[in-house]
């Protein structure tokens, strides 16, 4: 028996003792929050059975998740990622700490494994014989990948133009990959009708209630992990909106709870070319669809689902949304790498570029410490790393030659 | 102070009492190895302190590794890696059980990660400040990506050839990367007169003796995570060797000191189009350099250097070597993905590939288990990926269509 108590509506507020059969609120198909019954939840009880818990996945948590305790769930690791004091990389950028929380050696390589695996839980708990969802990156990735690892079939709707890189994955992990001759609207609309007429588990972000629950993990990760030392600021990217609105719930029901006696302020981050939910945050107006013209695919969504639950957590977190530059992505991707080791992908690295500015711009004070959660892999996109690195050096086997470029470009590896 | 004795080359038996500035056999330029004091080592002691250890990185074997206990080390977390016990694989397959050892979710994507952090844990304690080798593959990028996370120089030296996705890591952890117009061997060779003209800590595995002493700790960590389910063969790709000589050599020691009551039989498997040390193995002669036609790149390696310790490795454990075709492989990655939502790369599919192909042969046993070692990701190759999975359907948004289609690829998921 889990602690969920009930489903409301972000929009309208109307209350659900079950998940509808679209998911979404039946009166106005906003989408819902899974509310739990905190009252009955006993903070010190949860602390002592967690030091007491080898498991370092996700499912350390499942009495804070709405899965039933002890439930089928899929068999790849997911959670559990290190997190990095990142010392010189706080002096670099003026803070007073920085930590990095490496979400990307995930499974599948990305956060929205946290998402996907409470997904696959979910899906054997209701009998679910198939998975589906309409997306080209992380989330379908993650979907077939915990999928995969039980058994359970998934059928992925993509746009005509997903690039083949991204369907590598899908197609390994033996997802149904449909290929939609159109936009991605169309790829969406199909995959709904198909869900509906087929019964599928329906994983989409855009109105699976679930998924922030997942994706509150990482938060509570950040809190076992760091204890007393939780830093002031979260940074992290905004795409869809469900991420940072599961980072900010992870914070805010373990402070319900009383387990942290503060919690930190999110700073979320979106790029210039795709920031629909930044700038609804500022005028305080609803959003309204903008662009998607970033190298930063994964937060790349001019209509994302989720603005409500986005906007809320930031006013909640009493923090704030900050817009960056593709430059400064790539220039955050190469301060990520250069100190501290961690390869993220671009929109993984948008947390940071967003800190980085944030300190510039006197939002984040010098005397503040940080968290930036890397939500993805560089891996994912070779192409982008390659464009933000530059290229080697490239001379004969002449050992002369060798030192006149060593003594150009980094004198600091000769004697 | 850890348990290390001496150093012993494997070719001629020399000791040294600490490491020659060559790295290698000052008689013969054998290839060294590490000698424990197995003797002195307590293996109750060392159990009591692994169970309080919450440590799940490979420092919580400090006691087995040639460092100085508490000494300094890199900063990204390695290994700690998830083994599945993967049901439905081993069925397909025909074996009692069969694990899966991901070490694909190391922090730079592969198994080198514990030979370049234990690299990096020696170069800090000599007080180098530069650590080089010449590679064009995980090595390299477990290099730099471990000397990164300390704030330590990277100088790499890659063949002209060197494709440019491989590139993208090195760069990004800011190694400098010199691309030597010419062969590998050209690359090699500059690599060894820098080296030995500046005085960089050298990490190439074909000299330095310690990176078997970081590969080990696979072994070590499918020990303590099976216990008394530990299987009866250990699958695991080979290339330059050192790679297997790791894996047994963390089994033998464990034996020796009275951990485990037996070691597995390792399977060492090599593909049909490089395959100089299986030759060796089968011929019982000396190992011819050969050709380097394979898919699989991590292991396309015509002039292995470890082939003395490998060859050794598979006779010692009882087991054998075997070949496998391109074509193995990639069913092997679609398998393995199918299966267990695992995304191997080619190199590191190799070890199931070579798992099915001794069930089939009858070389194992259908009442064993046993467990295939997948050294990298995936994602470090998207297009074998590709050319393994295949292609998704494609069709215009119509719900008649897709119904079609489905019944013809996936008629499950219907209802």
Redesign the interface.
């Given at each position: 028996m889990n602690h969920v108590k009930s489903l409301a509506c972000v929009s309208c507020g109307a209350s659900y003792s079950s998940l509808p059969s679209t998911y979404t609120c039946a009166a106005c198909r906003g989408i819902l929050d899974v509310v739990y019954d905190y009252g009955s939840i006993d903070c010190e009880h949860i602390k002592r059975s967690l030091a007491a818990n080898p498991d370092?996945s996700i499912w350390r948590y499942e009495r804070l998740l709405p899965v039933s305790p002890g439930g089928p769930r899929?068999?790849?690791?997911v959670g559990g990622t290190?997190i990095?004091?990142a010392s010189?990389l706080a002096q670099e950028i003026g803070l007073s700490g920085v930590f990095i929380k490496?979400d990307g050696?995930?499974?599948?390589?990305s956060l929205k494994d946290r998402a996907s695996a409470v997904a696959t839980a979910m899906a054997l708990e209701a009998g679910a014989?198939?998975i589906s969802c309409s997306s080209t990156g992380n989330a379908a990735s993650s979907c077939?990948?915990?999928?995969?690892?039980v058994?359970l079939?998934t059928?992925i709707f993509?746009p005509?133009r997903?690039p083949?890189?991204k369907?590598?994955?899908?197609?390994?992990?033996?997802a149904?990959?449909?290929?939609?001759?159109?936009s991605y609207r169309?790829?969406f609309?199909?995959s709904r009708?198909?869900i509906q007429?087929?019964?599928?588990y329906n994983r989409n972000a855009a109105i699976n209630p679930y998924m922030v629950e997942g994706k509150k993990t990482v938060s509570f990760e950040i809190c076992e992990q760091l204890g007393a030392a939780l830093p002031d600021w979260v940074a992290v990217a905004v795409g869809d909106g469900c991420t940072i609105a599961g980072v900010w719930k992870g914070f805010r029901e373990l402070h319900d709870i009383g387990a942290i006696s503060r919690a930190p302020r999110i700073l979320g981050v979106q790029a210039e070319g795709s920031n629909p939910i930044s700038v609804s945050f500022r005028t305080g107006k609803p959003m309204q669809p903008g662009q998607e013209d970033t190298i930063a695919d994964s937060i790349a969504v001019g209509e994302p689902r989720n603005p409500v639950k986005a906007v809320r957590a930031v006013r909640d977190s009493g923090g704030t949304m900050i817009d960056v530059s593709d430059e400064e992505i790539l220039s955050a991707?190469?301060l990520l790498?250069?100190?501290?080791?961690?390869?993220g992908e671009p929109a993984g690295s948008a947390g940071l570029a967003g800190l980085v500015r944030a300190v510039r711009e006197g939002i984040v004070d010098p005397s503040a410490s940080a968290c930036a959660i890397v939500t993805g892999?560089?891996?994912?996109d070779?192409q982008t790393?390659?464009r933000?690195?530059?290229?080697?050096?490239?001379?004969?086997?002449?050992?002369a030659l060798?030192e006149r470029?060593?003594a150009r470009?980094?004198p600091?590896?000769?004697?």
């Open positions: 370092r899929p068999s790849l690791r290190p990095y004091a010189r490496d050696v995930n499974p599948t390589a014989a198939t077939a990948g915990c999928a995969a690892s058994g079939p059928v993509v005509e997903a083949a890189g369907l590598a994955q899908l197609r390994i992990f033996n149904v990959v449909i290929r939609v001759q159109g169309d790829a609309n199909l009708e198909a007429r087929y019964g599928w991707m190469r790498g250069r100190t501290t080791g961690v390869f892999n560089g891996l994912k070779i790393g390659i933000a690195a530059g290229e080697p050096i490239t001379i004969p086997p002449d050992i060798l470029e060593l470009v980094a600091g590896v000769l004697p």
